[in-house]
Each structure stands twice: as structure tokens, then as C-alpha cells.
């Protein structure tokens, strides 16, 4: 198995994140690991080395790899994110420490479905989204609750584009139902949105530069993990046209 990060967009200048360990668990209610080492009650380290990041750095398909591990065949269906407390977020060239509440020093569970298989590599996607895992209280201050979601790479599909023109700076998103995964086009007006599930999605392209008005192009069909890329690309209008 090997575990890598990505993240959502957040309108934010760096959202720094201390990763401690990632470790995985065949038994969904394996009580959180006592240490690295932690064999016994069955859990495999991926990662346990620690390292700073920063989550805006790995958008648009962009990909940390975290670690990698050999494993038993079988179905893994917990995944454990420890986090440290060099954590901080910043925010117009000012940098804030991100709290992590006392009921998380166990770390993040997630549960995922990981079918291993003799002589495969099965590629777990940590989708870490920023703008949802920062929260600003009553006090001024700003929590880290971390909300994530896990996908497998083998079987998820993609949209890519462009976005013209470069001024706008869009915010672009895919959206089916209730799930929506987005990103942010790069400074060459290019985006790409990865671990869509099959589906029928509407792709919402939200500029920052208010001269500008969002589109929306509705109904790609995500079918069999393809990738879909538009032809030519996404043109926006101004905003008072």
C-alpha cells in the first residue's frame, strides 16, 4: 500500500500541518495505536516519520507521497493520522497557531475499504481539505479539525481544463449531489480534479477576481476511473456583461 496527501482549495497563504505517523489496520474498531511499534493490535506504519507541510502546496493533482508499506493480502479498514502540535495557518502574511482540540491526540481515523491483493499495489489518496479543517472561534483564535476524506487511485477518475482568462483566478469545482471536490487553477490557468467517484458532475468555475462571473457546465459523466479533459478552455465572461 502507499498513502499519499492532497488537498482542497482554502483562501488562505499556507496552512502548515505536522504529520506524525500514518498507519493502517485491517480491524475497523482497533482501538488507537499505544505506540510506532504498535504490531500486536495489528497496525502496520506507513509513515513514521515526521514532517511539515503545507497543504496548499499539493492541489491540482499535485501528490505527497507519505509512505509506503508491504502488507498481507486481506481488506484494511482503518487508516490512523497522527498529527503533532506544530500547526499553524497564515493568513495575509500573518501566521497563527492552529490548536488541536485534546480529544484528537489519538490521532484521525479514517474508515476506508482497502481490498489488498497478492502482488498489486493498492494507491490511497488522504484528500485533506483546508478550508474546512481551519475554524476560527469566538476568541480570535483558529482550531485544526482536520476534515478528510480517502481515495483509491485505481479506480477514480479525473477532470482537467483551462481557464481563461489568467486574471480571474477561479476556484474550480466538481459537484454530484452532495459530494464536491474542488481546486484552484494555477498560475498558467490550468486545474485538475482527481478521486471522482462515477458519476454525473457539474463543474463550477468561482473566480476571486470580482470582474469576472462564474460558470457552470453540467452533466460530465465520470465513467470506468476515465479522465475527462475539455478541449478547449473554460472562457469567462466579465462580470457585467
Do not use: C, H
Not at 482501538?31 to 506504519?45: I, R, S, Y
Not at 485544526?144 to 480571474?168: D, Y
Not at 473566480?207 to 460558470?215: C, Q
Amino acid at each position: 500500500m502507499t498513502v499519499s496527501l492532497t488537498d482542497a482549495p482554502a483562501n488562505y497563504d499556507e496552512v502548515n500541518i505536522e504529520i506524525l505517523q500514518v498507519l493502517v489496520n485491517k480491524n475497523e474498531t482497533a482501538e488507537a495505536p499505544e505506540d510506532a511499534e504498535d504490531e500486536e493490535n495489528g497496525w502496520n506504519p506507513i509513515m513514521d516519520d515526521s514532517l511539515i507541510v503545507n497543504l496548499l502546496d499539493y492541489q491540482n493533482g499535485t501528490l505527497l507521497d507519505l509512505g509506503e508499506t508491504e502488507l498481507e493480502a486481506g481488506r484494511y479498514n482503518q487508516i490512523r493520522l497522527l498529527l503533532g502540535d506544530n500547526n499553524n495557518v497564515v493568513i495575509d502574511g500573518e501566521t497563527y497557531p492552529l490548536t488541536t482540540p485534546s480529544s484528537q491526540q489519538s490521532g484521525y481515523k479514517l474508515n476506508v475499504q482497502a481490498d489488498v491483493e497478492e502482488g498489486q499495489v493498492y494507491e490511497l489518496v488522504i484528500d485533506f481539505d483546508a478550508s474546512q479543517s481551519v475554524v476560527e472561534n469566538g476568541s480570535g483564535d483558529y482550531i485544526l479539525k482536520p476534515v478528510l476524506r480517502t481515495v483509491n487511485l485505481q479506480f477514480q477518475g479525473s477532470i482537467a481544463g483551462t481557464v481563461l482568462p489568467l486574471e480571474a483566478e477561479p476556484f474550480v469545482y466538481a459537484i454530484a449531489g452532495e459530494d464536491t471536490v474542488g481546486t484552484q487553477a494555477d498560475d498558467q490557468g490550468n486545474f485538475t480534479l482527481i478521486g471522482l467517484a462515477n458519476d454525473t458532475y457539474n463543474v463550477w468555475v468561482n473566480p476571486t477576481n470580482e470582474a469576472y462571473a462564474d460558470s457552470l457546465i453540467e452533466g460530465i459523466e465520470i465513467e470506468d476511473g476515465e479522465d475527462f479533459e475539455f478541449e478547449e478552455p473554460i472562457q469567462l465572461e466579465g462580470s457585467g456583461s
